[in-house]
């Protein structure tokens, strides 16, 4: 009876744990935006649970991506692109799946939050089994310890919470090791079986845990060696001998049982990896590892403390565990590597130690330094190895039953876990940008880390939040993510780098951005993008880097807002770009308030009233036609470009009033017919100007003639206001004498947008 109760308290408690866990994970969720690469996995997943095609390689095996699928199952009506799309062959999968997520039957963040679930379950199934493990080798109390640390770790915290591929892997191969643990402890062919299975599903999560199983072939190596030398004396190759047979025996069960798993994951598919070659098992799982293969292969740019690398850094994974592993853990385990050396319990502790080592020295030989992620599989076996320091296991609790008087060590015990618990809450709701306190917290983070360490594109809801509670109608935004501002009723003007999410965000290819001098608005910029280094150059956002931001939005979201400097002045530029003009000649405008518009010099001329400044490159020569409109300029300035060193020139004069001028001088009269292509004796004149809705107006044309060519130009002449939603197109039909078409042309070379 005195053994039931001791046991219940200790598993009432760590029940408590885990409804706490799951009250940190949902409450944070509907705040956390689909995350770089969510949408990828899950289509990935979808398609191959509703149609069995493995053709999206994401370099991974398709278990996690599957497990985010099979809710989905609870929206019947969701549409998938058609199998016969060249997307599929190509590997398009951000387009697919951006088709999938933001343009489907069911709601985006529906379909997201759904996908998120199997993971948010299977954390609290990995909260158990912590729990389990500590306790058979420690007792209840470090049971509960390990489960504390678990469930206030950031880090897990973050990812439990995503449909990708780290935490499913992590929970894969924790549940892999316990069984394997379990096996050797425990030598029945059942336990060998259960072990086969679960590393077989460690398999079909991540291929970086091929080092998990190497260190389980040293293990069983190890523990039967061991078992050896205290046999009888006799000559050691015999021993030697014995111990393989043993080892190949023991280890041909658990990894035919693992293959066999695999396997069944892929649905016990057999069809050939390349088109050609001889049908074997699992192919898609084949065709994910030679992608992998070929990805590992490509320069990959890796960001660590402000500088950028295709090859990568040795020393990054040590950084990045020393700098994002919460304090309290790195202590535990300092301490619990001297105790193991005091106690010599190596051979005890080797089953978390071992795989922990394999996995972080094929690391150090990484050139893709792509997060700490990576590293998550090692913490569940930090929890249960440094649970071993509460043994023996009820001496706190006895203490405590004393008049709480504790012991020196088991002070620092207790007050470590307040510390964990205080780091997690402290950076509650946003886990995934947590940073000790050697790294000075997410704001100095970011200066030694970026990417899923600290931004991937998590928080477009605070950001949105923001925007309402600013009466903001408009923002300047440059983005690390992949989630639709449009789907959050952002109105946004894209800044580098453009991604596919922000299409939709008008005229994303007008860039307006001078990183040197910036406009005047409000800026988001996402911290990624920010420090420079991820598919950006590292001068882009130079200027805010080390200013003070208004505010920042979930730690990885910062706010700038930028005031007007001067009066404003129009820029119209042909054939380049506002942030390709050098700082010395920007400073000619006298403002950072520059307003520019877009045109084609070989057709088009586009002008502000007043004064106006054109920036014409070179390679677009201004055409005939328009000559006259510069008699008599000279150019305020010839220079190039700052990034290809094209060369251009720089005006200044009073453009839109040569061209007032030169619509006065031209035809006066238009007609107009109640047939398409009316004679001219039956239709109407009309004088001109002709306005066209309610922003645009034809105010003069002409026609000229090219007696050598034969050919015809029609100079239209229009007056624009300050803002055309809808682009302006002018469709030009040469008639001949019998009425057919004869020539035509169809465009208008300058931009609605400015």
Not at 334 to 357: G, H, M, Q
Not at 402 to 419: C, E, G
Not at 599 to 606: E, G, H, K, N, V
Not at 661 to 674: D, I, V, Y
């Amino acid at each position: 009876m005195l053994s039931r109760l001791s046991f219940s308290p200790s598993r009432f408690l760590a029940s408590v744990l885990l409804i706490i866990l799951a009250g940190l994970q949902l409450s944070t969720l509907s705040i956390t935006s689909p995350t770089m690469d969510e949408p990828s996995h899950i289509v990935s997943g979808y398609a191959f649970l509703t149609r069995g095609d493995t053709r999206i390689k994401l370099n991974g095996p398709i278990l996690p991506n599957l497990m985010s699928a099979i809710p989905l199952l609870l929206e019947p009506n969701l549409k998938l692109t058609s199998a016969d799309d060249p997307m599929w062959d190509a590997n398009d999968h951000n387009g697919i799946s951006d088709q999938f997520i933001w343009n489907n039957t069911a709601p985006p963040f529906q379909i997201i939050y759904l996908a998120r679930l199997p993971f948010i379950f299977m954390s609290w199934l990995l909260g158990a089994l912590i729990f389990r493990w500590a306790c058979e080798r420690a007792g209840l109390i470090a049971g509960l310890f390990a489960m504390a640390l678990y469930v206030f770790d950031p880090n897990l915290l973050a990812h439990s919470r995503l449909a990708m591929t780290d935490f499913e892997s992590t929970a894969a191969a924790c549940l892999a090791l316990y069984a394997f643990d379990r096996s050797l402890r425990q030598p029945a062919r059942k336990w060998r079986i259960i072990a086969g299975i679960a590393i077989g599903l460690m398999l079909a999560s991540k291929f970086s845990l091929l080092t998990f199983v190497a260190a389980m072939i040293v293990l069983v190596f190890i523990q039967q060696f061991n078992a050896e030398l205290r046999t009888r004396a006799e000559n050691i190759l015999r021993k030697i001998s014995r111990c393989c047979a043993f080892a190949v025996k023991y280890l041909a069960l658990l990894l035919f049982a693992a293959v066999i798993t695999v396997w069944a994951v892929y649905a016990f598919q057999i069809a050939p990896v390349n088109a050609g070659s001889l049908p074997v098992p699992a192919p898609g799982f084949w065709r994910e590892w030679q992608s992998a293969q070929y990805y590992l292969n490509q320069p990959w740019p890796n960001y660590l403390f402000g500088q950028t690398s295709i090859t990568g850094w040795w020393y990054y994974f040590p950084i990045a565990f020393i700098l994002k592993t919460p304090l309290p853990i790195l202590i535990l385990l300092s301490v619990s590597l001297i105790r193991s050396i005091l106690k010599r319990s190596w051979r005890r502790d080797l089953i978390f130690l071992l795989p922990s080592l394999f996995l972080f020295i094929s690391l150090l030989f990484s050139t893709n330094n792509l997060g700490y992620r990576y590293l998550l599989p090692i913490l569940p076996l930090l929890y249960v190895y440094s649970s071993d320091l509460l043994q023996p296991a009820h001496s706190i609790a006895q203490s405590l039953n004393r008049s709480f008087a504790l012991s020196p060590p088991q002070l620092v015990t207790l007050s470590l876990i307040a510390w964990q618990i205080f780091g997690a809450l402290r950076i509650y709701p946003y886990y995934l940008t947590f940073f000790n306190e050697i790294a000075g917290g997410p704001d100095r983070g970011r200066y030694v880390l970026s990417d899923s360490n600290i931004d991937w594109g998590q928080d477009l809801v605070g950001l949105k939040n923001y925007v309402d509670q600013h009466h903001l109608d408009r923002i300047k935004l440059s983005y690390f993510g992949i989630a639709h501002p449009t789907a959050y009723n952002l109105k946004t003007e894209a800044l580098l780098p453009v991604r596919t999410a922000l299409n939709d965000q008008g005229a994303w290819w007008l860039k307006k951005y001078t990183p040197f001098d910036p406009s005047p608005g409000t800026y988001a910029i996402s911290v990624a993008n920010l420090m420079g280094g991820i598919w950006i150059d590292p001068n882009e956002y130079r200027f805010f880097r080390d200013r003070a931001p208004d505010t920042i939005i979930g730690n990885s979201i910062y706010i700038y807002t930028i005031g007007s400097r001067g009066d404003p002045v129009d820029l119209s530029l042909a054939g380049l770009q506002i942030d390709q003009i050098d700082p010395s000649t920007y400073q000619r405008f006298n403002t950072n308030d520059v307003r520019p518009r877009w045109l084609d010099a070989t057709s088009s001329l586009i002008a502000a009233p007043n004064q106006t400044w054109l920036a014409i490159i070179d390679s677009q020569p201004i055409a005939s036609e328009f000559s006259a409109l510069f008699a008599g300029i000279q150019s305020e300035t010839q220079t190039q470009t700052i990034d290809d060193h094209q060369p251009y020139h720089l005006y200044r004069f009073d453009l839109g009033q040569r061209i007032q001028q030169a619509a006065a001088r031209s035809s006066l009269t238009a007609f107009w017919g109640p047939q398409i292509y009316p004679e001219l004796t039956f239709a109407n004149a009309i004088t001109l100007p002709i306005k066209f809705g309610e922003t645009a107006q034809l105010i003069g044309y002409e026609i000229i003639t090219q007696s050598r060519s034969a050919e015809l130009t029609l100079v239209s002449y229009w007056q624009a206001g300050d803002y055309i939603v809808t682009a302006l197109q002018l469709f030009v039909h040469a008639i001949g004498p019998d009425g057919s078409i004869v020539a035509q042309e169809d465009r208008l070379d300058a931009s609605a947008f400015g």
